[in-house]
């Protein structure tokens, strides 16, 4: 009886152990923006792109004559986002955040960590908060996944492409606001994309 009630004890407790560790793991505390259970139902659309969301990617390849967002409807203060972004080498895509306007995204209204590669001036390209922080040398995204980790908390801002630290910079411009995923040109796609307040 003592040896039953004993491993009846011991096996809880590992049961708990375990239940903990998981709540502390890498992924503890981030909310997915994309998946099956809510669609694009976390978002709004601003301007016109050929958004898809099959099996977990969101998708772009076309547009208007200006860039489209999609726009969280939550805001958020300081936060951590992870994402995987496949571009292709013409592409002009980002993450936009703590957007003061939500339906007038831009550079200036917003935080931008940029994916552009063939961007005309490369100090603001891939790897980059526009107007904020450049980038040198520029890293290249186009032709593959990659893994995008963008922290604000307070007026501290980075910035990680590829496990590489690009931007570390304190701005106090944009507090608070919404995220927002951009097709801008090319081919984009987005999967994972997962946010932790902090």
Not at 20 to 34: I, K, M
Not at 57 to 84: H, M, N, W
Not at 140 to 159: M, S, Y
């Amino acid at each position: 009886m003592n040896i039953v009630r004993w491993s009846a004890a011991a096996a809880a407790i590992t049961a708990l152990t375990l239940t903990g560790c998981a709540s502390h793991g890498p992924n503890a505390g981030f909310t997915p923006l994309l998946g099956s259970a809510q669609g694009l139902g976390a978002f709004e659309r601003v301007a016109e792109a050929n958004w898809t969301l099959v099996d977990g990617v969101l998708a772009a390849d076309q547009g208007g004559k200006v860039p489209a967002y999609l726009v969280t409807r939550e805001s958020y203060q300081d936060f951590v986002i992870r994402a995987e972004v496949w571009v292709s080498d013409d592409a002009n895509s980002g993450i936009f955040f703590r957007c003061a306007e939500p339906k007038n995204i831009n550079d200036k209204t917003c935080y931008e960590a940029n994916l552009f590669d063939q961007r005309p001036d490369p100090s603001y390209g891939t790897g980059a908060i526009v107007n904020i922080a450049k980038v040198n040398p520029m890293p290249k995204a186009g032709g593959r996944w990659n893994t995008l980790e963008i922290t604000a908390k307070g007026p501290q801002l980075t910035f990680v492409l590829n496990g590489q630290k690009t931007a570390d910079v304190q701005d106090r411009q944009l507090s608070k606001g919404p995220v927002a995923l951009q097709w801008g040109r090319g081919t984009v796609k987005f999967r994972k994309v997962e946010i932790k307040a902090l």
